[in-house]
Structure formats: structure tokens, C-alpha cells
């Protein structure tokens, strides 16, 4: 990595906040504004979906592609280039009259968010160490926990008050003021020491896998899960994986390097971290049951959200302090049964409505409580237990898992919502959708318990 005298400072951790929330604010609050733009736009449920879905897809896809190049390029270098096409993505959407430019602006979206995330984390790493790193990584979980947490109520209330276009202006201007504050930070680049060649080949295979097994959970149950065109989806997926794995082992210039995974604590923190955003179909799940099953409104369903908002913002510090004092294993563990819990009770359908919200108000809560002691925890443990020369491409991996997880964690719950609904109701529908989520993380929690140290993150929590 390349040395340097400057340290990191607030000015650098708000521009880097201000970057991440371009992607996990702005352009995740498409999730409660859906009825807005189809009226708006004339697009089908279904296109919009699939546009809704791509961002965090395509983030996922090149994600480990944009860590690599942020290594070799320069971290700065593709933060603003990330920026940028934030500018440009969101141009996209203020401008769309139809689908084109609503898929155009969301594919974009979704390429500046690979570039942001793993370049900023890594940015990170090389400007602060020690406590002050854990305390630039517990705001960058701010932007990213808090930017999820609060899209709901950002995209309804927007959305109701000034029109869905606006927040992708609002967008924009968080995308230049990030660019200004971070034009004066040093270039951070890692050693070359190898080939520094691109993995074109893992990544055409990469996309086709994903693209492939996304398609295959989205547009399983319309296409028929025994139709040609489905058992194709699937066969590809799986031969996909199954090559991915064979040919990238050991390339020297890997897509993805499988060494990383030896590491315990960095492989239980990237399991988990997908695990748990994966959970976000809690979200789609919670969301369209009350509109649907309750009579709520978007605005209203996005209100219930608003305890996840305060509790997540809240927690991510106490989750760095509570690092620093005890290791990172322990509020890893507690955050993530806090998470099961919360979005435990929200399946909780029989009961009348005003309890029921009462419930689900409390579950959202509980659900922010928990992700916010796991946040900067989980970070901590993934950026410390990557080498300096690849910080980058663990980043990288580390974020893919958070984009791929929430990309696919939204697909599942929301097909299992829709099969289940036509069969069986709304409400059965919804604790079968949360059930869902309850599972993603109890797995989550069994590979913390078994994958990262007690003593992770002590020695740097001084």
C-alpha cells in the first residue's frame, strides 16, 4: 500500500458517508415508492420489479471487480468514478419518461455502488488505524445500516410530497458534495506484485450464474418451476457455480481469491454479513402485507419503520464501543439473535390489527437494535483480517456479500410472499415470507458462533 503522512480525517468520513448513502438511501428508497412510479412511468409491476431489483444485482456482479481495480487504479480514483456515475444514474431516472432510461439509470446505479463500497472501505483501512478506524467504520455502517433502514419512510414521504423524482436529485446533490469533500485526500493504491491482468473470463461466468439464478427465483413461479425455460435457469446456475469455482481456484488473477476464505474470521463475517442482508426481505415482506392485508398506505407502511431508523443509528456506536471493550464475536452474536427476534414477531399475522402494528412497530425496532450492534463489528473483523495488498478485492467480496445478499434475500421473500398469497391469503403468506428471513439469520448466527474467534477484533480494541 502506498505510504503516507496523512491521517484520516471527519472531513474524509463525511464525504465517504455521503457517497455511501447515495447508493444505500437514495437509490433503495425505489423499494416504497413503486405505485409512484408505475403511475408516473406507464411500466408494468413486473418491469418495475426487475428494475427495482437490478441495482443491488448488478452491485453484487461487479462489486469484487470494482475492489480489484480500486488495489491496482487507485481507492480515490474509483470513489469518484463510482460518484460520478451516481450523477449519471440518477440523471437517468429524474429524466425517465418510460422503462429504458428506468432500467438504463438503475443498471448504473448499481455500478456505482460496486465502485463505492469496497474503495471507501478500503480507503478507510489505509487512513486510520486502530480505534479511529473503528470509529470511521461505525459511520460508514451509519450510511450504509441507517441509508437502508431509513429508504422506506425517505421514499414514501418524498414520494408523497414533492414526487419520486426528487429523491434521485437529492441523489445527485449528496454525490457532488461527496466529491468535494474527499478531492483533497491522497491517492491510496496497493503494491504490485503480481500479474495485473483482469479476470475477463470469471467475470463473463460470474454474471451469468447470477443472472441466471436471479432470473430463476424471480420469474420461477410465472414461467412454472417444471417449464424448460426454469430447469434451463437453474442448470446454468448451478454449472455456472460449480466452473466459477474450479477455474478461479488458484488463477493468479482471480475474480474472486479463494484464499481469503482460509481466513476463519474474515469467512464467518462474509457469511453472516450476506445472511443478514439478506434479511432486507423483510422489508418487501412487511411492507406490501400491511398495504395489502391491512389497508395500509405506503407513507404509513414506511412509519413503521421509523424505530429500525432511530435504534440502528443509535446502536452502530454502542456496537463499535461494546468492540473495543469485550472483541467483536460477542456483539456479532448478540446483534444477530436480537435481528432473529425482531423479525421473528413480525409473522406474527393472526393477531388484530392495532396489536398487530403494535408488533410489527416494536419488531422493526428490535430488527435495528440487532444490525446495529453487528454492524461495525462484522466490518471490523473483515477489513482486519485482510491482507494490506488486498484490502480492496476483501472489500470488494465483503460488500458483494451485502448486495447479492439483499439482492436475493428481497427475491426470495417476495416469491415466497406471492406463492404462498395465491394459495393461501395474504396473511399466510406473510409469516411464510418471514419465516424466510427467520431462517437466513439463525444460519447466520450458527456460522458466527462456529467461524469467528472469541478473541477477534481484541487486539486492536485497545
Not at 460470474?206 to 442448470?235: E, H
Request: net charge positive.
Amino acid at each position: 500500500m502506498m505510504t503516507t503522512a496523512y491521517k484520516g480525517t471527519n472531513k474524509l468520513i463525511t464525504g465517504i458517508v455521503f457517497g455511501v448513502l447515495t447508493f444505500w438511501l437514495f437509490a433503495q428508497a425505489m423499494v416504497n415508492v413503486i405505485p409512484a412510479v408505475q403511475s408516473d412511468l406507464g411500466v408494468s409491476s413486473s418491469t418495475l420489479n426487475i428494475a427495482i431489483s437490478l441495482t443491488a444485482l448488478f452491485s453484487g456482479i461487479f462489486i469484487v471487480a470494482a475492489g480489484g481495480l480500486a488495489d491496482k487504479l487507485g481507492r480515490k480514483k474509483l470513489t469518484n468514478i463510482g460518484l460520478i456515475l451516481s450523477i449519471i444514474g440518477s440523471l437517468c431516472l429524474v429524466f425517465a419518461t418510460g422503462s429504458f432510461l428506468l432500467i438504463v439509470g438503475r443498471i448504473i446505479q448499481g455500478i456505482s455502488a460496486a465502485c463505492i463500497m469496497p474503495a471507501t472501505i478500503a480507503l478507510m483501512k489505509a487512513y486510520f488505524e486502530g480505534a479511529e478506524r473503528q470509529r470511521a467504520l461505525s459511520y460508514w455502517s451509519i450510511g450504509s445500516w441507517g441509508g437502508s433502514g431509513v429508504c422506506s419512510l425517505f421514499g414514501g414521504a418524498v414520494a408523497t410530497y414533492l414526487g419520486w423524482k426528487w429523491i434521485f436529485i437529492f441523489s445527485i446533490i449528496f454525490a457532488v458534495l461527496a466529491l468535494w469533500l474527499i478531492k483533497d485526500t491522497p491517492e491510496s493504491k496497493a503494491k504490485q506484485t503480481g500479474s495485473s491482468k483482469f479476470d475477463v473470463s470469471g467475470l463473463i461466468v460470474f454474471i451469468i450464474t447470477m443472472l441466471a439464478l436471479n432470473i430463476f427465483i424471480t420469474q420461477g413461479d410465472k414461467l412454472g418451476w417444471t417449464n424448460w425455460v426454469t430447469i434451463v435457469l437453474i442448470a446454468v446456475a448451478v454449472v455456472g457455480a460449480f466452473a466459477f469455482i474450479k477455474v478461479e481456484n488458484g488463477k493468479e488473477n482471480a475474480l474472486i481469491d479463494f484464499k481469503l476464505f482460509k481466513n476463519m474470521p474474515y469467512t464467518g463475517a462474509t457469511i453472516s454479513n450476506f445472511l443478514l442482508n439478506a434479511v432486507a426481505g423483510t422489508l418487501v415482506v412487511a411492507n406490501t402485507y400491511v398495504q395489502e392485508g391491512r389497508g395500509f398506505t405506503s407513507f404509513q407502511s414506511g412509519m413503521l419503520s421509523i424505530g429500525y431508523l432511530i435504534v440502528v443509528l443509535s446502536m452502530i456506536r454502542v456496537g463499535e464501543k461494546i468492540l473495543q471493550k469485550v472483541g467483536a464475536k460477542k456483539p456479532m452474536v448478540w446483534g444477530t439473535i436480537f435481528t432473529l427476534v425482531g423479525v421473528g414477531v413480525m409473522g406474527l399475522t393472526f393477531l388484530p390489527d392495532l396489536a398487530y402494528t403494535v408488533v410489527v412497530f416494536i419488531g422493526f425496532a428490535v430488527f435495528g437494535f440487532g444490525l446495529g450492534i453487528y454492524a461495525t463489528p462484522s466490518t471490523d473483523t473483515a477489513v482486519s483480517n485482510a491482507p494490506d495488498e488486498k484490502i480492496g478485492a476483501a472489500s470488494g467480496i465483503y460488500k458483494m456479500a451485502s448486495s447479492l445478499g439483499g439482492a436475493f434475500g428481497v427475491a426470495i421473500s417476495a416469491t415466497v410472499y406471492a406463492v404462498i398469497s395465491e394459495n393461501s391469503g395474504v396473511h399466510a403468506a406473510a409469516s411464510g415470507g418471514i419465516i424466510a428471513n427467520v431462517i437466513f439469520a439463525a444460519i447466520a448466527l450458527i456460522s458466527i458462533i462456529f467461524l469467528v474467534p472469541n478473541n477477534a477484533g481484541k487486539s486492536v480494541a485497545k
